[in-house]
């Protein structure tokens, strides 16, 4: 079974940084479109960014843009979330899912694999 793991989630002040890491068991990475999502408590799980399956292309939410920075190592089968500025409503479980296409969307029901997260939260 196709397994992601997220990591380098953890308490961070507010103008912190952090960086995610999503890494492959199992499967080729750099066969899919890899996305991350983040979900706060109470709310429903949003797309933050997305990086196409060569690494070409990127795009990311209004909410982070300028501040997180997305990219992948196909050799070492994994793909980085960098978090810069951080800020309390950056707080949630951050999750990486695999896309079967060439490149990524924001959208939950387009990813076929999910890792079980890591929580980010972002306080003094």
């Known amino acids: 079974q196709l397994q992601l793991v997220e990591s380098g989630g953890g308490l961070v002040q507010p103008g912190g940084s952090l960086r995610l890491s999503c890494a492959a068991s199992?499967?080729?990475?750099?066969?899919?479109?890899i996305g991350w999502f983040r979900q706060a408590p109470g709310k429903e799980r949003e797309g933050v960014s997305w990086?196409?399956?060569?690494?070409?292309?990127?795009n990311y939410a209004d909410s982070v843009k300028g501040r997180f920075g997305i990219s992948r190592d196909n050799a070492k089968n994994t793909v980085y979330l960098q978090m810069n500025n951080l800020k309390p409503e950056d707080t949630a479980i951050y999750y990486c899912?695999?896309?079967?296409?060439?490149?990524?969307?924001?959208?939950?029901?387009?990813?076929?694999?999910w890792g079980q997260g890591t929580q980010v939260t972002v306080s003094s």
């Open positions: 899912a695999a896309r079967a296409g060439l490149t990524g969307t924001m959208r939950r029901a387009d990813y076929n694999y």
């Open positions: 990086i196409s399956r060569s690494g070409g292309w990127t």
């Open positions: 199992r499967f080729t990475l750099g066969d899919y479109a």
